[in-house]
Antibody, heavy 124, light 107 residues
Framework: QLQLQESGPGLVKPSETLSLTCTVS??????????WGWIRQPPGKGLEWIGS???????YYNPSLKSRVTISVDTSKNQFSLKLSSVTAADTAVYYC????????????????WGQGTMVTVSS | DIQMTQSPSSVSASVGDRVTITCQASQGISSWLAWYQQKPGKAPKLLIY???SLQSGVPSRFSGSGSGTDFTLTISSLQPEDFATYYC?????????FGPGTKVDIK
């Protein structure tokens, strides 16, 4: 069955760029018309949507983070990636990648398959 | 952005209890609401989408209802594996937003 796995550094220095990759296995990222997204969760807090990407490369970002976020897709590697620039301690969180459901074909629908998450700490 | 609130923030219950969690949106979202279950150290798991549609593989003791601004998640008979935190998410408009969560713990 479809699985998602996040990877990337667990520690990032303030003002630097956080970079994470989500590898999709058990299916092709481009064979079905799904959106793929990133969501984060600061320790002990709730969930925040970061952005979503279509397999064709169309992107949708949370306005609160838009100036610092870039999401891209590499269909040849069956991966999509997140870059968050100028990080601060407030960006410390577990970062999840997830698939958006196909119920309506919109980038902000429910998320039906999630990666296990990866903890990223911003500290010098 | 649409703001989501949940009540209660936590509930203590026993195995076999009926548990109801409510979620309210700051403006109407039709039926575009999802519910997730999250256990400590784990990713959220989709339970309900479109307010009342049960995700494949989710036990039928979970049910959702509501439309507009007021929604409910009901667990008809709480099982030991149901002790977790539950989040709602509006999927009506950009950007999607989540509620603050409701923790269900053992009484």
């Amino acid at each position: 069955q479809l699985q998602l796995q996040e990877s990337g550094p667990g520690l990032v220095k303030p003002s630097e760029t956080l970079s994470l990759t989500c590898t999709v296995s058990g299916g092709s990222i481009s064979s079905s018309s799904y959106y793929w997204g990133w969501i984060r969760q600061p320790p002990g807090k709730g969930l925040e949507w970061i952005g979503s990407i279509y397999y064709s490369g169309s992107t949708y970002y949370n306005p609160s983070l838009k100036s610092r976020v870039t999401i891209s897709v590499d269909t040849s590697k069956n991966q999509f990636s997140l870059k968050l620039s100028s990080v601060t301690a407030a960006d410390t969180a577990v970062y999840y990648c997830a698939r958006v459901t196909m119920v309506r074909g919109v980038p902000f629908d429910a998320f039906d398959i999630w990666g296990q998450g990866t903890m990223v700490t911003v500290s010098s | 952005d649409i703001q989501m609130t949940q009540s209660p923030s936590s509930v203590s219950a026993s195995v076999g209890d009926r548990v109801t969690i409510t979620c309210q949106a700051s403006q109407g979202i039709s039926s575009w609401l999802a519910w997730y279950q999250q256990k400590p150290g784990k990713a959220p798991k989709l339970l309900i989408y479109a307010a009342s549609s049960l995700q494949s593989g989710v036990p039928s003791r979970f049910s959702g209802s509501g439309s507009g601004t007021d929604f409910t998640l009901t667990i008809s008979s709480l099982q030991p594996e149901d002790f977790a935190t539950y989040y709602c998410q509006q999927a009506n408009s950009f950007p999607p937003t989540f509620g603050p969560g409701t923790k269900v713990d053992i009484k």
